[in-house]
């Protein structure tokens, strides 16, 4: 099993930026992919960003050019560069990554504990 940890999260004015990690640990044979997802009070969770084996990255349309998602795979850690910060953007933010365990297994998703992010007017 993978265990991911957030940390970067706080409390930020309107226009300002936060750096989000995700260090996971753990075996697992390879990566497939790893994303980052937000929950607001009251709202469901909803994908933010994703990047691939591949480096291919999609972006929800609310933070296009806003944010950037990139990786570390000596590190085993990802990043979430958001910018340009708005108060909708407040939430708990939560690191998933979809990996192989072993080769020729099935894939595996770990989350990890979510982190918070607000932002203020």
């Known amino acids: 099993q993978v265990q991911l940890v957030e940390s970067g999260g706080g409390l930020v004015q309107a226009g300002g930026s936060l750096r989000l990690s995700c260090a996971a640990s753990?075996?697992?044979?390879?990566?497939?992919?790893m994303g980052w997802y937000r929950q607001a009070p009251g709202e469901q969770r909803e994908q933010v960003a994703t990047i691939t084996i591949d480096n291919t990255t999609n972006y929800a349309d609310t933070v296009k050019g806003r944010f950037t998602i990139s990786r570390d795979n000596a590190k085993n850690t990802g990043y979430l560069q958001m910018n340009s910060l708005t108060p909708e953007d407040t939430a708990v933010y939560y690191c998933n990554l979809v990996y192989f365990p072993r080769y020729f297994s099935r894939p595996f998703t770990s989350w990890g504990q979510g982190t918070q992010v607000t932002v203020s007017s």
């Open positions: 753990g075996s697992f044979f390879s990566i497939n992919s």
